[in-house]
């Protein structure tokens, strides 16, 4: 059920009038008991994940249970060892199933490729190989797993309602594509009554309809016309044509992710939930470190803090720091997708940090030499370095921003292609320098113009853009948010396109 489609706008009416009918107060001095409204949009969250593919409901059922019941049991047992394997036996099952699900059929692959150049004659087989694996698995058992581990931690305790935990884990916005919203964040939403203002009306009303902009008008589009094509046979195209193709694809994944992030946030703020923000202009990112405090920030900050600080972080010798970035950023490349490409490019990025994280430690040094005020690091992958200073020209962040921009485009080649064999072909092709450009029509540059210029639009200029739409007239609303319907049927193709992070 694509956020995108007719059917998603029946089923979220459904569950807009279903979920406030059930929060009405019949009697204002009675406690709130949320339990009907939480039975109702679990229901719904159940639905709306069983309408992908019905068989693989129990999967998230059951793993969300026994997350539920080991956190229990872990915050009650007092012998440190004890805890330590209730703890071990909820990650080996999260990871377990996610391992199996998503990267059996990586590992047949490998073993069959592996066999071969041994001079074997053993195939992998069809009937070992599974179905495309439950969507949303990653996000979901992250989100699972975090739990019971922050338990173990101390920093939460374990949640009282079985079915809000259930619903934590399944509240359908955030179940197939994120963001990963951790459970200190939203179980407290769900046990209070929820509040609805004209405020918060207005700004979910504008966040979904930039979301369908940034998906249907520019997204999609430039996946169709350019970008599809130029990487499913680069040596068809230029030069010039390629770099359109790559550029389009920074673009396409960026609207197409933050796109239904925006839908996704302004779904659950009419539903009287809020999430946290996913996206902050990411390759406005002067460096690569910056840009991962920017880019899929719930990800980002999952890592850092259930990943990258276990393993020692920033702690230690210098190369234990950059061991640490790179195991960090490979394994998030592989929680992409089971392919060698996702891996090289969390390497790249690895590489990227190291890199940001080394330059910045020369930098300190001669400040240090000079006599110059110490900076401050921040833990984690996705501050490996401090903020940019106050003190650098204007010159020198544009071009730490320009270079940044064209490495993670570099990365995204490798990202978006289906093979090594592919991205290859794709630097193949830019390196030719030809420049003849008859596949690029017009429109595709308007739609990468756009899409760039807005993403570089100063954070302001948005703010007060939600803020004059906020402070419309109810009418004057309605008429906006209706040129944009017009907008969106004229763009949308006739068959809906799915979440590129759906694959996830």
Not at 218 to 232: G, P
Not at 363 to 392: C, L
Not at 462 to 480: C, E, K
Request: glycine share 8%; hydrophobic share 50%; with cysteine.
């Amino acid at each position: 059920m694509l956020f995108t489609t007719l059917r998603y706008a029946i089923f979220f009416a459904v569950a807009f009038v279903g979920g406030w009918a059930l929060c009405l107060r019949r009697n204002p001095a009675a406690p709130y008991n949320g339990l009907p409204r939480t039975v109702f949009l679990l229901v719904l969250s159940y639905y709306f994940y069983a309408s992908w593919k019905w068989q693989y409901l129990p999967l998230i059922f059951g793993s969300s249970t026994v997350d539920f019941f080991l956190a229990h049991a872990i915050a009650k047992e007092p012998r440190p060892r004890a805890r330590r394997v209730l703890l071990a036996a909820t990650v080996a099952l999260n990871l377990g199933f996610l391992g199996f699900f998503k990267y059996w059929n990586f590992a047949l692959e490998n073993a069959h490729a592996l066999s071969a150049a041994l001079g074997g004659d053993a195939h992998p087989g069809e009937a070992l190989r599974l179905m495309l694996p439950p969507v949303g698995i990653s996000f979901f058992t992250f989100e699972s797993m975090s739990y019971v581990i922050d338990v173990h931690r101390g920093e939460l305790q374990p949640h009282k309602s079985y079915l809000r935990y259930l619903l934590f884990v399944a509240f359908f916005p955030h179940l197939v594509a994120g963001p990963i919203v951790r459970p200190r964040d939203l179980l407290p939403q769900l046990e209070r009554r929820p509040a609805l203002t004209a405020a918060m009306g207005g700004e979910a009303l504008f966040l979904i309809a930039v979301g369908l902009v940034k998906k249907l008008v520019i997204s999609d589009q430039l996946a169709q016309n350019i970008v599809d094509r130029v990487f499913e046979r680069p040596v068809s195209f230029s030069a010039l044509e390629v770099l359109a193709g790559v550029y389009g694809y920074a673009v396409q994944i960026y609207c197409d992710f933050s796109g239904y992030t925006d839908i996704a946030i302004g779904s659950a703020l009419l539903l009287g939930v809020r999430f946290p923000r996913n996206f902050d202009a990411p390759y406005q990112a002067s460096n690569i470190a910056d840009f991962w405090r920017r880019w899929h920030i719930s990800l980002s900050t999952w890592l850092r803090d259930y990943l990258y600080i276990p393993l020692g972080g920033s702690r230690g010798a210098p190369w234990a720091t950059y061991r640490n970035l790179m195991i960090t950023m490979v394994l998030g490349g592989l929680w992409h997708g089971a392919s060698w490409t996702f891996v090289f490019w969390g390497f790249l990025h690895g590489l990227g940090l190291g890199v940001t994280r080394a330059w910045e430690r020369w930098r300190q040094r001669r400040r240090d030499a000079r006599g110059g005020a110490a900076s401050v690091y921040r833990a984690g992958p996705t501050a490996a370095a401090p903020e940019p200073e106050p003190a650098a020209g204007l010159a020198g962040r544009a071009l730490g921003t320009f270079f940044t921009f064209h490495y993670v485009c570099l990365a995204w080649i490798f990202f978006r292609a289906p093979t090594f064999k592919q991205a290859l072909l794709v630097l193949k092709q830019l390196a030719t320098l030809t420049t003849f450009h008859p596949n690029v029509p017009p429109y595709v540059g308007v739609l990468l113009t756009l899409g760039l210029v807005s993403h570089y639009t100063p954070r302001a200029a948005y703010d007060r853009t939600l803020r004059a739409f906020i402070d419309l007239p109810a009418p004057a609303q309605g008429a906006a948010l209706f040129a944009v319907a017009v907008l969106l049927h004229e763009a949308a193709s006739t068959v809906a396109v799915p979440f590129v992070y759906f694959q996830f």
